[in-house]
């Protein structure tokens, strides 16, 4: 338990963050796991844009780094076009 007023603030902080850290990554592994079992290109395509602008802005909070959203979208796109 830290003694500092500062570091009891900073733990406050840190774990409210990671509480909305969690939320969010399981919003983002919610919709990926729709896209993926999507039936057709049109349910996925719907649902892919929402994944997509979910996965946009982890990458802008840096929540997930740049690179591996870039993959992870490239992938539920390919996913989506083999549907068609």
């Not at 007023?5 to 969690?22: E, F, P, Q, T, V």
């Not at 592994?29 to 649902?47: H, P």
Request: hydrophobic share 40%; proline share 2%; aromatic share 2%.
């Amino acid at each position: 338990m830290p003694n500092i007023k500062s570091a009891k603030k900073r733990m406050h902080l840190s774990a409210a963050a990671r509480l909305k850290n969690r939320a969010e990554r399981s919003r983002i592994r919610s919709a990926i796991k729709q896209v993926r079992s999507a039936e057709s290109a049109t349910e996925g395509a719907d649902i892919l844009l929402e994944a997509v602008a979910l996965l946009d802005r982890a990458a802008t909070r840096r929540l997930y780094h740049p690179n591996r959203v870039a993959r992870i979208k490239s992938g539920l796109t390919r996913h989506v076009n083999s549907l068609a």
